[in-house]
């Protein structure tokens, strides 16, 4: 397993950025689709000129795609996460390297694996009604399949915490794991959750470097 790419989504304040990059997370993600960890285009960007050595993700969904690539420039994004319906004809549209949300046990989940052509594929919970942030885990396993059919890079959300990250890493192999709920209390980002889920993970890397 290569170095894990760590992502810390839903991020809203200045104290929960600074808990991300001083950690050594490797993406930071702002939520522009309705949700309770939504932040303004305004916020995002005072937040985005005070991050530097970690890379910017905003996710949506199903927004217009100028709507799109406006706030991705706005906020000087280096990726867009797309966690809806969007096409992929939708995605190549967009004006910064792609993460496509797929949400595992969906209607046409397996079809969509080999319809995209984004830089990242980011396997998430499906539950009904919603587009993510569930906090619902999936069964990891299905990670084999998704790489035998598809050479893009995976990345995992869905439950994932610094008590149970660990063992997604022994169990299969991906790119990158992407938390929310997982670092909050009471809805919340907790810096200190933040910095544990981070810890283990690169604890994790070297325990598999090591064996």
């Not at 810390?8 to 993406?27: F, M, N, P, Q």
């Not at 995209?116 to 499906?126: A, E, G, H, N």
């Not at 660990?166 to 790119?175: E, G, R, S, V, Y």
């Given at each position: ?59 949506f969904v199903n927004e217009k ?147």
């Amino acid at each position: 397993m290569s170095r894990i790419i760590i992502k810390i989504c839903g991020i809203k304040t200045a104290s929960a950025a600074a808990a991300v990059t001083e950690g050594g997370a490797d993406l930071v993600g702002f939520v522009f689709a309705p949700s309770r960890r939504r932040i303004s285009v305004t916020d995002a960007q005072a937040l985005a000129l005070t991050l530097s050595g970690i890379a910017k993700v905003g996710v949506f969904v199903n927004e217009k795609i100028s709507r799109v690539n406006e706030i991705a420039h706005l906020c000087n994004l280096d990726y867009v996460q797309l966690s809806g319906d969007e096409s992929a004809a939708y995605c190549r549209q967009v004006n910064r390297p792609v993460i496509k949300a797929l949400q595992v046990g969906k209607v046409g989940f397996w079809d969509k694996i080999t319809n995209y052509k984004v830089r990242y594929l980011l396997l998430d919970t499906f539950v009904p009604g919603s587009y993510g942030g569930t906090g619902k885990v999936f069964d990891w396993q299905i990670i084999e399949q998704v790489r035998s059919i598809s050479d893009i890079p995976v990345f995992i959300a869905g439950g994932l915490k610094a008590e149970n990250v660990a063992l997604a890493m022994a169990k299969t192999d991906f790119q990158g794991v992407d938390v929310s709920g997982g670092v909050e209390t009471a809805g919340e980002k907790d810096p200190a959750k933040i910095l544990a889920f981070i810890q283990v993970v690169r604890k994790a890397e070297r325990v598999r470097k090591n064996a």
